[in-house]
């Protein structure tokens, strides 16, 4: 077939026109060039396809069969003609973001705002995955960008950092309080208050900044009777103790994220006795406001509770790695026009 095509086209040619001398003008051909090209066709498909008169030439039973699929096969390649160049002229084109559940709510979503508003004629694919398989979906050249949590960037590969996140733990004030009367036996042999470390705790609201953040100033003395280092003090309880004896929850096994707090735990020394994995990071919030235990989140995702005192933000003396968020995308001299737009839109 694709050996016809030229073929095909002197055919269309010349079906519309009627006259072989016109076909041969459009073309820029000879006469005799089309002569042949028809001929050649037809003992290739071995009909008749033109009926031959002093006034020009018409279709066949058989010729006529072959222009109504010919011709919407030319109708549909100047189509795409033209969309093309409205794509051009115009910024038409189509994005597809590999990104996170939670990276798209909290980090991707204003900004995409913005670009879809500015770019109306782009269409915009949102496909919510991890990191890992984000990475596979660009590999496979599913998407054309994705959003990560930064990780080791398979080659042929470029990444751009856009924002810095920090994990942290947080509960409950009413968990945490429950945690110290059912442990306080064995963590505290001498009786205390059992409301001391939830007094505490309840401080901890006064030093909170707008964003949910705790005031490390005030917040070292608010968490005086949480001793964030292996040892004890006067509540009888360490941040070890803590993370140890209560429910954690954490992502999921194979999640980049969780990949970095099971890291994090093992260079404490902190082995947890009880965990709950989870597949979504704002589940992990709405948890830990609750009382289910106490949560690994990320502290720009939870500024909102953190802030109304929901959740509580637990002091650490050595806080896990600050991580970056950002785009990785096909490394190329020339990236297409749509993907210039989305990541200038980020300094990019």
Not at 221 to 234: C, G, H, K, L
Request: charged residues 20%.
């Amino acid at each position: 077939m694709f050996d016809n095509l030229n073929y095909y086209r002197v055919f269309y040619t010349v079906a519309n026109t009627g006259n072989i001398s016109k076909a041969a003008d459009m073309l820029f051909i000879s006469q005799p060039a089309i002569s042949k090209a028809i001929s050649k066709l037809e003992d290739g498909l071995h009909v008749k396809l033109f009926l031959r008169s002093s006034k020009g030439v018409t279709l066949t039973d058989e010729g006529q069969v072959l222009y109504n699929h010919i011709e919407k096969a030319f109708s549909n390649i100047s189509q795409g003609e033209d969309e093309l160049r409205h794509i051009h002229e115009l910024g038409i084109g189509q994005l597809k973001i590999g990104v996170s559940t939670s990276l798209c709510k909290h980090i991707l979503l204003d900004k995409l705002q913005t670009f879809i508003s500015e770019n109306p004629h782009i269409k915009v694919i949102i496909d919510c995955h991890s990191t890992v398989n984000t990475l596979k979906l660009l590999s496979e050249g599913r998407i054309d960008i994705g959003l990560i949590c930064k990780t080791d960037i398979p080659a042929g590969f470029e990444y751009q950092d856009v924002s810095t996140i920090h994990d942290i733990f947080v509960v409950n004030e009413t968990y945490l309080s429950n945690l110290h009367l059912r442990e306080q036996e064995e963590l505290a042999p001498e009786p205390v208050n059992p409301w001391l470390f939830a007094g505490n705790l309840t401080g901890i609201m006064g030093n909170l900044d707008e964003n949910g953040v705790r005031n490390e100033k005030s917040a070292d003395s608010t968490f005086a009777s949480i001793n964030p280092a292996s040892s004890t003090d006067e509540s009888g309880f360490a941040m070890k103790d803590i993370l140890e004896k209560s429910n954690l929850m954490l992502l999921e096994k194979n999640n980049i994220t969780r990949t970095h707090i099971d890291d994090y735990l093992e260079s404490q020394g902190i082995h947890p006795q009880q965990i709950l994995e989870v597949n979504n990071m704002d589940l992990l919030i709405d948890f830990a406001a609750i009382g289910m235990g106490i949560a690994s989140v990320v502290r720009e995702f939870a500024t909102d509770y953190l802030a109304s005192g929901q959740i509580l933000e637990l002091p650490l003396s050595h806080p896990v790695t600050e991580r970056t968020v950002g785009f990785v995308y096909p490394k190329s001299r020339e990236k297409s026009e749509v993907l210039r737009k989305f990541l200038g839109m980020w300094g990019c």
